[in-house]
């Protein structure tokens, strides 16, 4: 999967401070599945290969949109980058930090850079510009912020995050009958 730098980027995302330690968010997003139990639009989290830079896995969201993600750069106890998407091109570059706050407090924060005129290709160029302001910035937010919101749930109280916990995504959720 490649990422093409030179297209342009919409930059989304989210910070949000969990009562645990930094070495205690560190390793409940570097995990190996991290997202099933964590992430409130995750139906699967399937590894490949897990091992730092160059780990692989799967997400498969309720909707049924399966996503490859290719961890591009690891940096122990504070971070990662990973481009994300399906088949030959990636729809987005995705930098997940940790940082202390204090002995017992620290930020997750998720920076998405996502290249709209990859996700919004099957709609019309002129349309584009208006889709990405009025749709597809306000629903990757929405997204972005339920998931750091299910790490700080699961790790602040062990327990797993619920389908939609935080609020439907029009992109991702399935409605529930």
């Known amino acids: 999967m490649h990422y093409n730098d030179r297209l342009p980027t919409l930059p989304i995302h989210a910070q949000y401070t969990i009562n645990a330690s930094s070495a205690q968010v560190w390793h409940a ?8 139990g964590t992430h ?3 139906k ?6 897990w091992n730092g830079v160059g780990s692989v896995d799967t997400i498969e969201y309720f909707n049924g949109v399966r996503l490859k993600r290719i961890f591009t750069e690891w940096t122990e106890g504070k971070g990662y980058e990973l481009i994300i998407g399906y088949g030959k091109q990636a729809v987005a570059k995705v930098d997940w930090e940790v940082t202390a706050k204090s002995e017992q407090a620290a930020d997750l ?4 850079h996502l290249i ?20 597809l910035v306000p629903t990757m937010k929405k997204y972005v912020e339920s998931v750091v919101k ?6 602040e109280t ?10 439907y995504n029009r992109m991702f959720s399935v409605r529930q009958a």
């Open 44 to 49: 699967s989290n399937q590894v490949k290969k």
């Open 150 to 155: 299910g790490f700080k749930y699961h790790i």
């Open 158 to 167: 062990g327990q797993k995050v619920q389908p939609n916990q935080f609020g």
């Open 109 to 112: 924060i998720i920076r998405i």
């Open 29 to 36: 997003i570097s995990a190996p599945g991290n997202l099933n």
């Open 40 to 42: 409130p639009f995750c």
């Open 116 to 135: 709209p005129s990859i996700v919004l290709k099957r709609y019309p160029k002129v349309f584009r510009s208006l889709l990405s302001k009025i749709y």
